[in-house]
């Protein structure tokens, strides 16, 4: 390794991320053909975002010409419980572990910028970062960076940090020496296969994201199919299943920033269906959970209250069943006639 080179993995580290590794612009030939596939099979469903631009994520080189390294970096957020533990609690909505606190795309970009600044305050060059907002395929780079593999739930997967992680990527100027790829160590388990509660996966290392309990809470805009909302539990944002099931996490250290384990772990879905826009607004603030809206949030909070079996819950679908958005209005009715 180069003086250069580890000089920036340490200070990675300094900066607060868990692992850091390098790759190159043009390290993933294969990604192209993956997307293309995806995407023609419509498995994306209303993730128009990822139809677009699909040269410039099957070819990160196309993205930035300019860029002759990748450094990609990896930042914990391993929580302190098993998350399935709040799908025993009906009146509660269950929320993705990484969603839980303050919004992770402000938290890795500063510490990038910070990263980035000091490298080209150090070796010159310049640089571009990226937090899963722009069209790079980060899982495909880490893979060839030798942070981990792609598992049979699709989702990153590391010897050393489990499965409970967020990327980031450094596109440079500079010439570092690449890393290793990682090769995949999954064998034979299923875990995370069988553990899906829609079965959204067609087949290892493939994901339907029509059928994904995360895209169906997050991306998903409108009325959800009526045979996949009794399946979708209390979860009202993301869903962890095939991660928390993956037995690689007996090696995850706990997350080290502590702003990752915030208040919106399992909220009362009785708030949750009485919020009106500012409300809902004031309450996550800060918090990735507020790019799906107002609307969709109550829709996903009536959606586990009709799963809920409480028939004291029953009023609170009731008040919402003429509310002014339609799926919103759908959603409690399905709720009133399921209590």
């Not at 799908?87 to 402000?106: I, M, N």
Request: charged content about 25%; aromatic content about 8%.
């Amino acid at each position: 390794m180069s003086a250069k080179k580890k000089l920036i993995l340490d200070r990675a580290r300094v900066e607060g991320f868990s692992a850091a590794r390098v790759t190159t612009p043009d390290a993933i030939p294969q990604a192209a053909g993956w997307l293309a596939e995806f995407v023609a099979a419509g498995r994306h469903g209303q993730m128009s975002w990822m139809a677009e631009r699909m040269g410039w994520r099957g070819d990160p080189a196309a993205l930035w010409p300019a860029a002759r390294s990748v450094v990609m970096l990896a930042e914990s957020y391993a929580p302190p419980h098993d998350p399935r533990a709040d799908l025993a609690r009906p009146d509660r909505g269950a929320v993705s572990v990484y969603a839980q606190g303050k919004d992770y795309h402000d938290i890795v970009k500063a510490r990038l910028k910070r990263l980035g600044r000091w490298m080209i305050d150090s070796f010159g060059g310049d640089i571009k970062v990226f937090v899963d907002t722009a069209p790079v395929m980060e899982k495909p780079l880490a893979q060839a960076a030798g942070l981990g593999w792609q598992g049979r739930h699709t989702n990153l997967l590391s010897r050393d940090l489990g499965n409970w992680f967020f990327l980031g990527a450094i596109f440079t100027t500079l010439p570092l020496t690449p890393d290793a790829p990682e090769a995949e160590h999954c064998g034979s388990c299923r875990a995370c296969l069988d553990v899906c509660p829609t079965d959204a996966f067609p087949g290892p290392f493939r994901l339907d994201a029509r059928r994904c309990i995360s895209y169906l809470t997050i991306e998903h805009r409108g009325p959800v199919d009526e045979a996949l909302r009794p399946l979708m539990g209390n979860r009202i944002y993301g869903c962890d299943d095939c991660l928390a099931v993956c037995p690689w996490n007996k090696f995850a250290a706990e997350a080290a920033d502590l702003r990752y384990h915030g208040p919106h772990r399992a909220p009362p879905l009785e708030e949750l269906a009485a919020l009106d826009e500012a409300g809902f607004r004031a309450r996550f603030a800060g918090s990735p959970i507020k790019r799906i809206g107002r609307d969709r949030m109550v829709r996903n909070a009536l959606y586990a209250i009709g799963n809920s079996a409480l028939p004291r819950l029953r009023p609170v679908a009731q008040a919402r069943v003429d509310d002014p958005d339609p799926a919103v209005a759908d959603a409690a009715r399905w709720a009133v006639a399921r209590l």
